[in-house]
């Protein structure tokens, strides 16, 4: 519900009662406590997993490794940022998913894949065919667990910030980033002692092989397997919190799909000699451009939905009438970004890029509450998020202000179906000339 400006109502201060309880909540439940053992744990596992990864492929092995299995990286963090450029969730909540993919989840990979492929050996007799196991059944079942560990952790803990769709793929999309980050330094260390071995160079050794299967043919794979899982937490997340049943199933149906993509993935080398080129191109591809579409498809309605909930505000007062049409436009939100940044300065164009994300949040914030999901802290949030527009609109106001002109679609005019002076190539009409209306 909106309200007028300008004196909205503060949230309740840290200091009044729902702070005070907080001053008796035992020491565990501290957040710089769970912040500290989350970093703790996150650092004691890239250690182990670097000791790990460097024992099998030596030190060299190891620093070519990260040396290429470094180069998608940024181009997939750009790509999921980009996605999530509506409402961008804050960097912190990215660290901790590409740090979770590239050691908790890694770790966890590699011990629990080494025991169950031994342990089938050991059982059967026959390493081959556990080896063979390992790969199709046990390790999508084990890696994929371990990246949805990091999706969940947000979905719980980060809850406001986990939104819909698009931040259940760009949460899910970077955790595998960096497990794959972390996977590839193996493989390819290991391709390269391998090639120190034989002795083979260039075009021709196994590093260029692995390089090219896994950096240049396949660098979105891992991601795009747990993206499914995301996907199921997004949906989650837009479900009522009476639909228990739904907030359940439909997460697990996205993590057992993300285990059965990645085991046909991983078994395609059995399929024949070409059965890798046949499952990449007549799976991964065509569910690559299917996954592509629907997160792009939903970023668009999630700027239509800021669009369409956002006049209620200009009606109220707090925004201007151009503001929503801006606010619903990438376009003109890179607009406002550039004119504040030109005239002002780059503290104003990250002020500008603040407004924009708070009028976002309050934008769905609406629209969830409007369809009874907000929870029980709408009005508390609703006014802490108007609080944060007020004090920043001296800066944005002008900026969005010139977006939505710049931006603005060309309001055609018919043409009369007489001659029409002064128009159109037509001469005016002289102060002389004669008027029928003139007396």
């Known amino acids: 519900m909106a309200t007028s400006p300008p004196y909205p109502t503060h949230p309740p201060h840290p200091g009044g009662p729902a702070g005070g309880a907080l001053r008796h909540a035992h020491w565990w439940q501290r957040g710089w406590v769970r912040y500290g053992a989350l970093s703790t744990l996150l650092a004691l596992s890239g250690l182990v997993i670097l000791a790990l990864v460097r024992e099998q492929t030596g030190t060299e092995g190891f620093l070519v490794g990260l040396g290429l299995a470094v180069l998608p990286v940024p181009l997939l963090i750009a790509a999921f940022r980009w996605l999530d450029r509506v409402a961008p969730g804050p960097w912190r909540n990215l660290l901790f998913a590409f740090a979770w993919g590239a050691c908790a989840a890694a770790l966890i990979a590699i011990v629990a894949n080494s025991f169950a492929t031994k342990w089938i050996a050991t059982a059967t007799a026959d390493p081959s065919s556990a080896d063979t196991l390992g790969a199709t059944v046990i390790a999508p079942i084990v890696e994929e667990s371990a990246k ?11 809850r406001r910030d986990f939104t819909g769709i698009v931040d259940g793929v760009v949460i899910a999309g970077v955790t595998a980033t960096g497990f794959a980050f972390t996977e590839n330094i193996l493989y390819l260390g290991t391709a390269f002692g391998t090639d120190q071995l034989t002795g083979d160079r260039g075009i021709a050794s196994v590093t260029a092989a692995t390089f090219f299967v896994r950096i240049v043919m396949s660098p979105f794979a891992h991601p795009l397997f747990t ?36 085991a046909i993935w991983n078994g395609s080398s059995t399929f024949g000699e070409y059965g890798f080129f ?18 792009i498809w939903t970023r668009q309605r999630e700027l239509r939905t800021v669009r369409e909930e956002l006049p209620a505000y200009a009606v109220a007062g707090w925004l201007t009438p151009a503001e929503p049409y801006a606010l619903g436009s990438m376009r003109a939100r890179r607009l406002a970004r550039d004119y504040a ?6 503290p104003a164009a990250r002020t500008v890029a603040q407004y924009e994300a708070h009028a976002t949040s309050l934008a769905f914030l609406r ?14 949030r609703e006014q802490e998020l108007l609080h944060q527009l007020w004090l920043r609109r001296e800066v944005a106001r002008p900026a969005l202000d010139y977006a939505a002109r710049v931006t603005a679609p060309p309001v055609p005019v018919a043409a009369a179906p007489w001659a029409m002076y002064g128009v159109y190539g037509y001469p005016a009409m002289p102060n002389s000339a004669y008027n029928p209306y003139q007396t």
């Open 341 to 346: 940044a030109h005239h002002l300065g780059r």
């Open 278 to 295: 046949a499952v990449y191109a007549a799976f991964m591809v065509p569910a690559f451009g299917l996954l592509t579409w629907l997160v």
């Open 227 to 262: 993206v499914l899982t995301g996907i199921g937490f997004g949906i989650a997340a837009l479900s009522a919190e009476r639909q228990h049943l739904r907030r359940v199933l439909v997460p697990l149906s996205g993590l057992l799909l993300a285990m059965s993509m990645h």
């Open 148 to 158: 949805a560990a990091a999706v969940l952790l947000v979905f719980l803990f980060r």
């Open 367 to 380: 629209h969830w509450g409007r369809r009874g999901r907000a929870g029980a802290d709408f009005v508390v």
